[in-house]
């Protein structure tokens, strides 16, 4: 029983780390597509209601704590620890991979920029004066719904 419990954990975190190499690659793909093809601040129409636009976020969320990258990173580093932390304690949960992967692959998307060009592309722009956004965000946001549904699932499945 307990090298399954082992060999399921071993799998989740492989699984995990798979799902956020892959969000890294995709979001940081797109992100170098906007740099290279779009100038900051010009937009282009995609579908209806939605465009593209090339912007830099100095800040967190909605442009948050734009001039404190240190605050910035040292919160989003807290925030990874406390998942890695929860994920090892739960890594055999069913499916808690890809919400951790996708978590992960997310900040690490976005650190990146950070690190390498002091703000983060944001590309995405919605109707309704919503602030542009990109895959990592997304992907954060996907995650930490999916989160919420997994560990929900097997609390009342009493997990």
Known sequence: M???AATAARRAWLLAGLVALLVIGIDQASKALIVHSIAIG?????LPGVQFVHSQNHGVAFGLFPNAPGVVIGLIALALVALVVYFARHASMPLIWLPTGMLIGGALGNIIDRLRHGSVTDFVKLPLGWPPFN??????TLGI???????????????
């Open 135 to 140: 895959l990592a965000d997304t992907m954060i």
């Open 2 to 4: 307990a090298r399954d």
């Open 145 to 159: 719904v999916s989160l919420y549904l997994v560990v929900e699932h097997a609390r009342s499945r009493g997990g």
């Open 42 to 46: 010009e937009e282009r129409r995609v």
